[in-house]
Structures are given as structure tokens and as C-alpha cells.
Nanobody, 119 residues
């Protein structure tokens, strides 16, 4: 199993930047995928960005070219650098870990961190 704690959310102005952090309770070097999702009330969570333990990354269409996901295995931390923020980026952002190896296989979520983009 793994526990995830997000931080770094807050208020930003349009065009500004924020960096979110997700600290895991165990090594992430062997976790198949670490990802960030966001959820608009009444809708399913949507993928913002993901990173595999083989170095592959993937981004949602709405954030491509603006957001960057990165891993620091030494700190058991995944980051989401958010640049050129827009009001429509306002949301709760969740960190997810996908473990594919027994006995702890499954998807694990953090509690979320609120991002508000407003002037």
C-alpha cells in the first residue's frame, strides 16, 4: 500500500504558476504510474498528467504545453508544475498511484489540494 499527501495548492492569478507536490509513504521508483487528476463537481475525474516508472509521460489535451509532471524518486515525490494558469484550471487536484505488483496492487489516491485561478 501507499499513502499520498498533496500540497502546493492555493490562489493564483491568470497567467501565473503553481507547483503541486505529492509525497508518497514509500518508494515510488517501482510504482508503475504516478498521475495527477482533477475533478469538476458532477463530472468524472479527468487525467491531467501521468508518469510511468519507465519515464513515459502523458498529458490531458487542455494542459499540454502548460503543465509538466516530474518525479523525484529520492524524495518519493511527484510534482506538477502548472504554468500559464487559466481560470478553467480551478479545481481540486488529486494524486494517484497505480501499483501493479502483488500484494499491494491497486489504485491509491491522495486527499486532494485545491487550486483557484482568479484575478
Amino acid at each position: 500500500q501507499v499513502q499520498l499527501v498533496e500540497s502546493g495548492g492555493g490562489l493564483a492569478q491568470p497567467g501565473g504558476s503553481l507547483r503541486l507536490s505529492c509525497v508518497a509513504s514509500r518508494s515510488i521508483s517501482t510504482i508503475a504510474q504516478m498521475a495527477w487528476f482533477r475533478q469538476v463537481p458532477g463530472k468524472q475525474r479527468e487525467l491531467v498528467a501521468s508518469s510511468t516508472n519507465h519515464g513515459e509521460t502523458n498529458y490531458g489535451d487542455s494542459v499540454k504545453g502548460r503543465f509538466t509532471i516530474s518525479r523525484d524518486n529520492a524524495k518519493n515525490t511527484v510534482y506538477l508544475q502548472m504554468d500559464s494558469l487559466q481560470p478553467e484550471d480551478t479545481n481540486v487536484y488529486y494524486c494517484k498511484a497505480l501499483i501493479l505488483t502483488a500484494p499491494a496492487q491497486g489504485a491509491y489516491w491522495g486527499q486532494g489540494t485545491q487550486v483557484i485561478v482568479s484575478s
